[in-house]
């Protein structure tokens, strides 16, 4: 399976794709200079209510969940190459891609409202391909028809727009994810031979078998950022 736009080993994405992450949080940079600060009482209390949050509640357990997909799906993916469906193989390495930069995404945000991102990594449960295949159709289809929606409702509520706009990103690949899982599944036979590339969007995920989008449907990121997994 070859993986292009970045040569690092997948175990590395979500730490890498983290500092990618200025633009999500209004162009910060890297280089600027340090600056002194004084905390207002204000800024305080914002700080505490932000750690009460249910929103920052919300985007721990996205982390925690996009984290383990992460590590589901590299799995999964391995597994599908033991089995042959080599096309599967690449399908879940695209996804597992995708859900590192959710991941990084939410941490991001996570960190911006002053608290740090913690998650807890179970050993995946692997099955056959198609079993597989299975559970990241549930677990796809809950993100997308349940726990986003109810998470992008809450971060509303609370004014959250980063949260809002990570969760987005999320929901727009989750629906992808689920699409692709059924169309492998429906036609697994057809999923052996590795003639399909997949693209990830760096910025928010979005994954695509389609070469000849010029921008992300869901973020605006140019095509030939995307990470090219064949
Ligand atoms: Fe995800
Ligand atoms: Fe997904
Ligand atoms: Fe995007």
Known sequence: MKRFG????????LSLLTLGFFTLLGGCSQNQPPTATVE???QNTETVSNQE?????????????ESNAHARYLAFSKKAEE???LQVATLFQAAADAEAIHAANHAAIIRKMGAKPEATIATPEVKSTLENLEE??????YERDTMYPEFIEQARK?????AVVTFTYAVEAETEHAKYYAQAKDNLDDW???????YVCPECGYTTNDPNLAVCPECGT????FLSVS
């Open 6 to 13: 970045i040569n690092k080993p997948t175990a590395t994405l």
């Open 40 to 42: 207002s009482e204000s």
């Open 53 to 65: 949050s249910a929103t920052l509640k919300n985007l721990q357990a996205a982390y925690n969940g």
């Open 83 to 85: 089995e042959g469906y």
């Open 136 to 141: 990241g159709i549930s677990g796809e289809s």
């Open 158 to 162: 609370d004014g959250n727009q980063d």
């Open 192 to 198: 052996r031979e590795n003639t399909m590339t997949f």
């Open 222 to 225: 140019a095509n030939n950022l």
